[in-house]
């Protein structure tokens, strides 16, 4: 059973300041990664998606790295701001075989980061 | 907003009560997906239709919830005999759904359900 963690599970940093969110997954068999914002009390927004053969991914001030062989990704924001204050999930999707259970989409717990002004 | 609803977005009901919640897609999206996500944890995959057929369920989908997507547009989750443990907000997304499953899913803002 793939198992996402993400570390920490609670980030605080001044406005301004350049910051890495971690998150590993234990079977690296993987098709895709994606990483997401959510916004309290609110839906997911996508912001990164990485393909099991690409190693990162960049948009804005985000920069999405995957390592596939030791199951890690990192999600960089560079020059933070408040407005990036939200919880930041990682699902990794497996998809292994035809029929039922093909599709495994597994999300970690998240890292709540808040960007102090 | 992503263009994805969900209704109603909140719904109180008491234990043994059997509810319903429905997701509008985004009108060209083939897929649509269904997450149920609990405090502090992050959304865990239920099912996912591609057009009108159901072609996934997790093992987290017990014979009390059924969903559809009829016309392959709207999308609905039923859950029978609430139990106070089902209490979580339940999340509807949708891709463009054309060819591989690398396609990027939009969110609805959820249906937060509370069984007292």
């Known amino acids: 059973k793939q198992e996402v963690t993400q570390i920490p599970a609670a980030l605080s940093v001044p406005e301004g300041e350049n910051l890495v969110l971690n998150c590993s997954f234990t079977?690296?068999?993987?098709?895709?990664l994606q990483w997401f914002r959510q916004d309290p009390g609110k839906g997911l927004t996508s912001l990164l998606l990485?393909?099991?053969?690409?190693r990162e991914q960049t948009s804005g001030r985000l920069n999405a790295s995957l390592d596939k062989s030791s199951g890690r990704s990192t999600l960089y924001i560079a020059a933070s701001q408040p407005g990036d204050s939200a919880t930041y999930l990682c699902a990794v999707l497996l998809v292994k075989y035809s029929g039922a259970g093909s599709y495994q989409l597994t999300f970690g717990k998240g890292t709540k980061l808040s960007v102090i002004p | 907003d992503t263009g994805v609803s969900q209704d109603p977005r909140h719904k109180i009901t008491k234990r043994g009560q059997n509810v319903t919640f429905r997701c509008d897609p985004i009108?060209?999206?083939?897929?649509l997906y269904w997450y149920r996500q609990t405090l502090g944890q992050g959304p865990e995959f239920l099912t996912y239709f591609q057009n009108e057929a159901q072609l996934e369920k997790s093992r987290l989908l017990s014979d009390r919830f059924s969903a559809e997507r009829p016309k392959g547009s709207f999308s609905t989750l039923e859950i029978q005999r609430t139990e106070q443990g089902d209490s979580a907000m339940y999340l509807c997304a949708s891709s463009l759904g054309q060819g591989k499953l690398t396609d990027t899913q939009y969110f609805g803002p959820g249906t937060r359900l509370t069984v007292l």
């Open positions: 079977d690296s068999a993987i098709y895709n």
């Open positions: 990485i393909q099991s053969s690409q």
């Open positions: 009108s060209e999206h083939n897929r």
